[in-house]
């Protein structure tokens, strides 16, 4: 079965900040997907990583793969209040873009 | 206007009763699903469509079913709805290509 998870669940971070969330997966993949979820919101695209190495960038949001670790990260740099939301990765074991698993999610709360 | 959309978007409803959530696009895509959200989880597969004549079966699809009723269409039907199918549950649609397109959500109690 294929897990997903990541850490920390709940991040408090104060403005200008810099700081990483985790995805780990247990099974081999090449495509992983992070959103973004703002609290009673649907969810938004963020990136879409679709091989080894693959790094994204978004503002203050750098998203990379490692699929040798099995491991993406999110990197915040600079935090503001605006970046406050859910995050979720997702992970794609078939490639084939339609059975994700998502982890649980990492609330990210950003104080001026 | 939204290109996915789900009705109703709040449901509350009593155990037994049979629930029918409704997702459309105008996104033209072949590709939908249906998920469920839990609180603090993430998101989990019922089922998903790649077409009109292709239903599949996700991660949680026992106690749910669905119909595809057009291509823009998919409904997920509660046909007995129990306490433990409080949740929130979401429609997504995709070309085929990796990012899925999520609609509002439609919250549903069971009591």
């Known amino acids: 079965e294929l897990k997903v998870e990541q850490n920390p669940l709940f991040l408090s971070m104060q403005e200008g900040k810099n700081y990483t969330i985790y995805c780990n997966y247990s099974?081999?993949?090449?495509?992983l997907y992070w959103y973004r979820q703002d609290p009673g919101k649907s969810l938004e695209s963020l990136f879409v990583?679709?091989?080894?190495?693959a790094v994204k960038q978004e503002g203050r949001l750098m998203a990379s793969l490692d699929t040798k670790a099995r491991l993406s990260t999110l990197h915040i740099t600079a935090a503001v209040h605006d970046l406050s939301a859910t995050y979720f990765c997702?992970?794609?074991?078939?490639?084939?873009?339609?059975?994700?698993?998502f982890g649980g999610g990492t609330r990210l709360m950003v104080k001026p | 206007d939204a290109d996915v959309t789900q009705t109703p978007r709040n449901r509350i409803t009593k155990t037994g009763k049979r629930i029918m959530l409704e997702c459309s696009q105008t996104?033209?895509?072949?590709?939908m699903y249906w998920y469920r959200q839990d609180p603090g989880l993430g998101l989990r597969l019922i089922y998903y469509?790649?077409?009109?004549?292709?239903?599949n079966k996700g991660e949680i699809s026992d106690g749910y079913s669905v119909s595809r009723q057009a291509q823009a269409k998919f409904s997920l039907s509660l046909e007995s709805a129990i306490p433990n199918q409080t949740a929130l549950y979401f429609c997504?649609?995709?070309?085929?290509?990796?990012?899925?397109?999520f609609g509002p959500g439609t919250r549903l109690t069971v009591l």
């Open positions: 997504a649609t995709s070309d085929g290509r990796p990012t899925q397109y």
């Open positions: 997702a992970v794609d074991p078939n490639n084939a873009g339609n059975m994700l698993t």
């Open positions: 990583l679709l091989s080894n190495g």
């Open positions: 469509s790649f077409d009109v004549k292709d239903i």
């Open positions: 099974t081999t993949s090449d495509r």
């Open positions: 996104k033209g895509h072949d590709r």
